[in-house]
Each structure stands twice: as C-alpha cells, then as structure tokens.
C-alpha cells in the first residue's frame, strides 16, 4: 500500500446539546486504502465519517484533505462522495437519472452523460435498469444504485455509512465481495462505517475501532483481532474469555490461579493485567491432563463447531471446538503460550466478565444487529 | 365481500351523509338545470347561458381565480420554503400567525380590507400625506387582493407540509453531488413539492372561481362574477332555480376540466423521471 496521507484528522471535538460525541479524534487515512471505522451504536464513527463529508462541522480540531485544511469548504465542494445509509437516492428521478445527477449538476455534456451512466451501471450490475424507477427496486439494487451515483464523480474518497445495514444476510455476503471487488479496481479510498466486526475484518485494510467518541485501536484486521488494545476492543471483536491476571515476570502470566508460560513481555513484575484468551485458541484435553479442570455447564451446536462453556472456579470460559463433548461433564483444558494475549489494564476492564450472562448477551446482540444507529 | 355488522354500522353514517348533501344535491341540481317552470324537460336553460354576457362571466371568472391562484402561489412558495428553515419552535409560531385570519370570519376581514382600500381608506389617508391618492376600491385589483389574503393559508399549508416532509438526506445527497444550495432548490426541493404545489391550487383555485361575496364588496358590483351572478337567481328579485342551476352545473364541469388539466401534470406515475412543470 502507498503510504501517501489523503485525509488527516486533527483534535477533532464535537458536542451535541451538551453531551461530548467525539473525544479529540486523530486519525489518517492512506491514499488508495479501505479504512473502516467499527463501533457499536452511538461511538461516534458515524459523525466522524459527516465530518469528512462536510456534513458536520467541527466544535475544535482540524480536518485536512490532500495537503490542504478544508474545515471551512462546503460539502458540495470537497472531492468525497456518500453513499448514504438508507440510500436517500432521489424519488422524482429514474435510474438513469439518479445516476446522472451529479455529472448534470456540473454540466457535462449529454454524450459523456450517456457514456459513464452506461459504464457505471455496468459495474455495478444494473444494465438495463436505466428507465427503472427508483421506488421499484429491490433493496440491493437501490443499493447499488446508490454506489453507482457516487462513484460516477470519481471521487478521491468514497464514504460508505452502514451501505448493507438493511439487507439480509446472503445479500450483504454478496455486496461485501462487490464492494471490495469495485474498490480493487477503482483505486479509490473507502471509508466505511460499520457496527458488523465480520463485515469489517473481510473487507478493510485497516479498522480503526471507536467507542463512546473515542478511538480505541488503528490497525490490519489480523492485528486488531489476534493482539487487540484492550478488553473493549478484545471483546467487540469475536468471542474472548478476558481473564484477570498478574504478569510474574516476562514470559509468565498467572491467571486462575496458576501461572503460564506465555509470549509476552516488557510489563512491571506483578503488575496486573486483562488476559484475552480466544475459544478457538483452547484445547479440550482429559481432566487429568488439563492445565485446567472444570465442568461443562452448556453445550451449543453452531454448525461448523460447538460452543462450549466450562465453569472454572466459577469463572465461565468459552471454547470452541469441533470435537463433542457432554454437559456436566468434567474436562481439562490446554492453553498454548501464544494463545494468551495480555494486555495493560484500561477503563474498560472491569466492563467484561466471564461467560455466566452468555444468553443475554447473545440477544442484546441479535437486538443491536436490526437497529439503526442514531447519530 | 359481505360486510360485517360492525363495518357497516361504521361506514353508515358516511353513505347517509354522502346521499344527503352530496348525492341528492347534485341530483336536484342536475334536475333543475334541465327542466322548465313547470316541470318539463329542456335544453334552454343551458343554451341560454350562450346569451347575454354570461360567457364574458364565466372568463372574467376563471381569469380573476387564475391571477389569485398564481399571485397565491408565488407568495406561499417561498413562505412555505423559509418556513421549513426555522427552528421547530418558529415554524409552530409562524404557522399559528398564518392560521389566525383563518378563524375570524371572512365577512370581517373583507370589510376590514374594505377600509383599508377605500378612497379615504387608511391607505390613502397615509398617501394623502405626501399629495398622493390612488383610487383601489372597486377594481378587480381590490378583488384580488381580497380573494389572495383569503385563500393564501389553503396555497402555503399543503406546501408547506409536503416539502417538511422531503427527507432531509436527500438534500443532502444533493449536496454531496455537488449542487450549491439553488441547484438544491431548483433540483430537489422543487420538483419534489410538486404535490403539495397542485393539491395547493386546487384548494385555492376552486373557491376563487365561485367566489361571491368579496366580488360584491370590493368590486362594487362594477362587474359581475359567476358566483354572484349564480347567487342572484337564488336569492334576488329574478329568481330563478332552473337557470341558476345550469350555471352551477357548467361551472362545475369547467372545474372538473381544469383539475383534470391539471393533475394530468402531477401524474405519479410520470416514468419519464423528469419533472413536468
């Protein structure tokens, strides 16, 4: 990837009615990268991603495009383009026309008009769609649409706020691949908000994860997910058993009562910290055997593997595994070094605990995944 | 279908209505307008409207609505436009302002504008202060006047409420395409209020076409409208059920043909995607 500065971010603040959105953001986005900005409702990365726009205007901090701070250009001047969360394409307007709106806004002539709209619908799968209404397409293709009227522009930038959020599973698979495809081939740098961690980890190139206006953690989706920044962003991303521990020394951590060898290194003697450990990263091993020993309290058959929780000295553990094995009975469990990641103790640590509200998490998630998000 | 009791003892008290004042008046107004005094089919009544001025009437009629409606519309437009601008605070304020000559009476407001236009009218007496005099009262320009503060609420409400309405995203779609805030308004805003714009002429257009008593009071009767001309053949010294209806009837068909017209161009399902003003 170039390493060429597009958009920079600097102590960007905003408050509404008193109540502070944005924590003094600092943020740079890469010429040519696909950045997405990942957070649950309400983090902020939505007004982050208007302030790019030219939507919202900063309280304090500075916005840069290209080498130049654009605080005080209007959204209709600056060289980004939106596709919006529900779409908001014109209603009075065919496809075609859709399309073409930007392109007549700055006079381009009718022949040129008629030749982009044409390789614009081609790229998005809509040929033939031309003299279609809007209002009579289905979701994914007024998503598409949508996509289209934007890139049309040939826009620097693409921002993409939550473009898949209203379409179901197997649509949104596909428009992932499309998405990431037209971006390959494009050139252009998008910059997608998302509260999907899967939809973020597939697609990015880098994932900046946001909570209550503040950004946590910058980095590669394999970063963010095998050494994330904290338990927040430990737990957001994927399933993690967050352990509280205390590193003995280099290379050893104690947690649960014993201590492990581990790969981590450079923290105080004794200074407490969160462990992360990933269910796909414990082995299930005879009771006698394990590092560990518990009983399986549930058992839970997902399809390509089984979630398990196993109390542990009443702490509740996750594992994921594809081998079966029975609640209540009793299990060992084998950890290896690497699969431990510790991490400095932060705000959110005490947020996190075991696995004992496991049910209930899992239908605030299924709730959160249909909400819009309101910023 | 068969209905239920429970629907039809909820839908009843409309059909009765419809049957009593809307029904049955349209089919006394039919019966008289093509029968004599004494009972008997014919043709006159209508073919006497072809004599005498009534045409000349009937345009002066249309004509006046028409320059209403439009001076109406070029008002309420913008009003309508700044009004979305405002905090919702001020919108609620302004359309509250905006309402209020709407429930006094409008026998007081045309004699207040009455007042107001006549040749020693406030106007006038202000006027006369600096050596000037500007004869109103009794013009069709008084009946404009009066005709435009009446009707204006019923041209800025439907406008008003349809382009509240236009989601805000699309503007900004607009904006991020890169229209300036008059390519916003000439491509968004306005074609998308186009509703709100047609169902605000009909509301206005339709009772200034027959309208009456403002012709009366600050025109004079220096002429005459179809309104007072239908109204004196069912309350005058001439009275006359059966001419008086014809006319009702004829005027009823114009208003049919200019609101077909009309909606033929705020046709929804217009595939052309382009709007047609």
Same mark, same amino acid.
């Given at each position: 990837?170039?390493?060429?500065?597009l958009i920079e971010l600097k102590g960007i603040c905003k408050s509404y009615?008193?109540?502070q959105v944005l924590k003094n953001i600092d943020l740079t986005v890469?010429?040519?990268?696909?950045m997405t900005l990942?957070g649950?409702?309400g983090c902020g990365k939505t007004t982050t991603l208007r302030m790019i726009g030219g939507f919202e205007a900063p309280d304090s901090g500075e916005v840069w495009f290209d080498?130049k701070m654009i605080n005080e250009v209007p959204a209709y001047k600056r060289q980004v383009n939106t596709?919006f969360q529900?779409?908001?394409?014109?209603?009075?307007?065919?496809?075609?026309?859709?399309?073409?709106?930007?392109?007549?806004?700055?006079?381009?002539?009718?022949?040129?008009?008629?030749?982009?709209?044409?390789?614009?619908?081609?790229?998005?799968?809509?040929?033939?769609?031309?003299?279609?209404?809007?209002?009579?397409?289905?979701?994914?293709?007024?998503?598409?649409?949508?996509?289209?009227?934007?890139?049309?522009?040939?826009p620097r930038v693409l921002l993409l706020d939550e473009?898949?959020?209203?379409?179901?599973?197997?649509?949104?698979?596909?428009?992932?691949?499309?998405?990431?495809?037209?971006?390959?081939?494009?050139?252009?740098t998008?910059i997608y908000v998302?509260?999907?961690?899967?939809?973020?980890?597939?697609?990015?190139?880098?994932?900046v994860?946001m909570?209550?206006g503040q950004i946590?953690?910058?980095?590669?989706?394999?970063?963010?997910?095998?050494?994330?920044?904290?338990?927040?962003?430990?737990?957001?991303?994927?399933?993690?058993?967050?352990?509280?521990?205390?590193?003995?020394?280099?290379?050893?951590?104690?947690?649960?009562?014993?201590?492990?060898?581990?790969?981590?290194?450079?923290?105080?003697?004794?200074?407490?910290?969160?462990?992360?450990?990933?269910?796909?990263?414990?082995?299930?091993?005879?009771?006698?055997?394990?590092?560990?020993?518990?009983?399986?309290?549930?058992?839970?058959?997902?399809?390509?593997?089984?979630?398990?929780?196993?109390?542990?000295?009443?702490?509740?553990?996750?594992?994921?595994?594809?081998?079966?094995?029975?609640?209540?009975?009793?299990?060992?469990?084998?950890?290896?070094?690497?699969?431990?990641?510790?991490?400095?103790?932060?705000?959110?640590?005490?947020?996190?605990?075991?696995?004992?509200?496991?049910?209930?998490?899992?239908?605030?998630?299924?709730?959160?995944?249909?909400?819009?998000e309101?910023e | 279908?068969?209905?239920?009791?429970?629907?039809?003892?909820?839908?009843?008290?409309?059909?009765?209505?419809?049957?009593?004042?809307?029904?049955?008046?349209?089919?006394?107004?039919?019966?008289?307008?093509?029968?004599?005094?004494?009972?008997?089919?014919?043709?006159?009544?209508?073919?006497?409207?072809?004599?005498?001025?009534?045409?000349?009437?009937?345009?002066?009629?249309?004509?006046?609505?028409?320059?209403?409606?439009?001076?109406? #519309?070029?008002?309420?437009? /913008? +009003?309508?436009?700044? %009004?979305?601008?405002? =905090?919702?605070? !001020?919108?609620? $304020?302004?359309? #509250?302002?905006?309402?209020? /000559? +709407?429930?006094?009476? %409008?026998?007081?407001? =045309?004699?207040? !504008?009455?007042? $107001?236009?006549?040749?020693?009218?406030?106007?006038?007496?202000?006027?006369?202060?600096?050596?000037?005099?500007?004869?109103?009262?009794?013009?069709?320009?008084?009946?404009?006047?009066?005709?435009?503060?009446?009707?204006?609420?019923?041209?800025?409400?439907?406008?008003?409420?349809?382009?509240?309405?236009?989601?805000?995203?699309?503007?900004e779609?607009?904006q991020d395409?890169?229209?300036?805030?008059?390519?916003?308004?000439?491509?968004?805003?306005?074609?998308?209020?186009?509703?709100?714009?047609?169902?605000?002429?009909?509301?206005?257009?339709?009772?200034?076409?027959?309208?009456?008593?403002?012709?009366?009071?600050?025109?004079?009767?220096?002429?005459?409208?179809?309104?007072?001309?239908?109204?004196?053949?069912?309350?005058?010294?001439?009275?006359?059920?059966?001419?008086?209806?014809?006319?009702?009837?004829?005027?009823?068909?114009?208003?049919?043909?200019?609101?077909?017209?009309?909606?033929?161009?705020?046709?929804?399902?217009?595939?052309?995607?382009?709007?047609?003003?």
């Amino acid at each position: 990837m170039e390493n060429r500065k597009l958009i920079e971010l600097k102590g960007i603040c905003k408050s509404y009615d008193g109540e502070q959105v944005l924590k003094n953001i600092d943020l740079t986005v890469y010429d040519n990268e696909f950045m997405t900005l990942l957070g649950p409702s309400g983090c902020g990365k939505t007004t982050t991603l208007r302030m790019i726009g030219g939507f919202e205007a900063p309280d304090s901090g500075e916005v840069w495009f290209d080498g130049k701070m654009i605080n005080e250009v209007p959204a209709y001047k600056r060289q980004v383009n939106t596709v919006f969360q529900r779409y908001a394409l014109f209603p009075h307007l065919n496809v075609y026309e859709n399309v073409a709106f930007g392109l007549r806004i700055n006079k381009t002539p009718e022949e040129e008009v008629s030749r982009r709209v044409k390789e614009m619908l081609q790229l998005v799968n809509l040929a033939g769609f031309e003299k279609r209404h809007v209002t009579t397409l289905s979701g994914g293709q007024q998503q598409r649409v949508a996509i289209a009227r934007a890139l049309i522009m040939k826009p620097r930038v693409l921002l993409l706020d939550e473009p898949l959020g209203a379409l179901d599973l197997k649509l949104r698979k596909d428009m992932q691949n499309e998405l990431k495809n037209i971006q390959k081939r494009t050139g252009i740098t998008f910059i997608y908000v998302t509260h999907d961690q899967e939809e973020a980890l597939s697609m990015s190139d880098t994932v900046v994860v946001m909570n209550a206006g503040q950004i946590l953690q910058v980095g590669r989706p394999i970063d963010i997910y095998n050494e994330p920044a904290n338990a927040f962003v430990a737990d957001f991303i994927g399933e993690s058993n967050i352990v509280d521990g205390i590193m003995k020394e280099d290379y050893v951590v104690n947690l649960a009562g014993r201590d492990f060898p581990c790969v981590d290194k450079g923290f105080e003697k004794g200074q407490p910290v969160d462990v992360v450990i990933r269910p796909e990263d414990i082995d299930i091993v005879p009771a006698e055997k394990g590092m560990l020993t518990g009983k399986v309290t549930q058992v839970t058959f997902m399809g390509v593997h089984y979630e398990v929780i196993v109390d542990i000295n009443d702490f509740l553990w996750m594992i994921q595994t594809t081998d079966f094995v029975s609640e209540g009975s009793e299990i060992g469990i084998y950890i290896e070094p690497d699969a431990f990641h510790v991490m400095p103790k932060s705000e959110w640590s005490e947020i996190f605990g075991d696995y004992s509200s496991y049910s209930m998490e899992h239908d605030l998630l299924s709730e959160n995944t249909g909400e819009e998000e309101e910023e | 279908m068969k209905r239920s009791l429970a629907q039809r003892s909820v839908i009843a008290p409309h059909v009765v209505w419809s049957v009593l004042f809307i029904i049955a008046p349209l089919l006394f107004m039919l019966f008289y307008a093509f029968t004599g005094p004494d009972g008997s089919f014919t043709f006159e009544n209508v073919s006497r409207l072809f004599t005498g001025n009534y045409v000349l009437i009937f345009v002066n009629s249309l004509c006046l609505a028409l320059i209403a409606t439009v001076i109406c #519309l070029i008002i309420a437009y /913008p +009003l309508a436009y700044v %009004f979305t601008k405002l =905090t919702p605070k !001020w919108q609620k $304020i302004c359309m #509250l302002l905006l309402m209020i /000559p +709407l429930w006094m009476n %409008f026998l007081i407001t =045309t004699y207040s !504008w009455m007042t $107001i236009l006549e040749d020693t009218g406030i106007i006038n007496t202000i006027l006369g202060k600096i050596g000037l005099s500007v004869h109103m009262i009794n013009t069709p320009g008084a009946v404009v006047v009066g005709m435009v503060f009446c009707y204006l609420p019923y041209m800025v409400l439907p406008i008003y409420s349809v382009m509240s309405g236009i989601d805000h995203k699309l503007i900004e779609a607009s904006q991020d395409l890169g229209a300036s805030s008059r390519q916003v308004l000439t491509k968004v805003v306005l074609p998308l209020s186009v509703p709100g714009v047609i169902s605000g002429i009909t509301m206005v257009f339709v009772p200034q076409v027959s309208t009456f008593y403002i012709s009366q009071k600050l025109g004079g009767g220096t002429f005459q409208l179809i309104g007072d001309t239908i109204e004196s053949y069912f309350t005058g010294v001439s009275v006359n059920y059966h001419f008086g209806a014809a006319l009702s009837l004829i005027l009823m068909v114009l208003i049919i043909i200019s609101m077909g017209v009309m909606n033929h161009f705020a046709d929804p399902e217009d595939v052309t995607g382009r709007p047609m003003l």
